[in-house]
């Protein structure tokens, strides 16, 4: 019904910057949230930055002031911003979208992950 298709992700040094991509496509009558979690090795997956339609932005502590979640309404698209990376910030990134369909069900759907490796 909805498919969310993942890019941008790659291998950065340290300090380096990444800008990650999700264009959500399918049976889509509004998207009401987008976000990006992460899955670093042994560990388990956290979300990373939220933004619900019209609302405010969150994100986890560890990334506030140098990650940034947009969206572009019109091309059903989030992106993720990702400056001044530490090694800690290597996971597997994954987006997710809250999404009324045009059947009117509402359900989340995820990407399929993106590799984001940094580099000491």
């Known amino acids: 019904q909805v498919q969310l298709v993942e890019s941008g992700g790659g291998l950065v040094q340290a300090g380096g910057s990444l800008r990650l991509s999700c264009a959500a496509s399918g049976s889509i009558f509004r998207i009401n949230a987008m976000g990006w979690y992460r899955q670093a090795p042994g560990k388990q997956r956290e979300l990373v930055a939220h933004i619900p339609r019209g609302g405010n932005t969150n994100y986890v502590d560890s990334v506030k002031g140098r990650f940034t979640i947009s969206t572009d309404n019109a091309k059903n698209t989030v992106y993720l911003q990702m400056n001044s990376l530490k090694p800690e910030d290597t996971a597997v990134y994954y987006c997710?979208?809250?999404?009324?369909?045009?059947?009117?069900?509402?359900?989340?759907?995820w990407g399929q992950g993106t590799q984001v490796t940094v580099s000491s």
């Open positions: 997710t979208a809250d999404v009324t369909t045009k059947v009117l069900t509402t359900g989340s759907y």
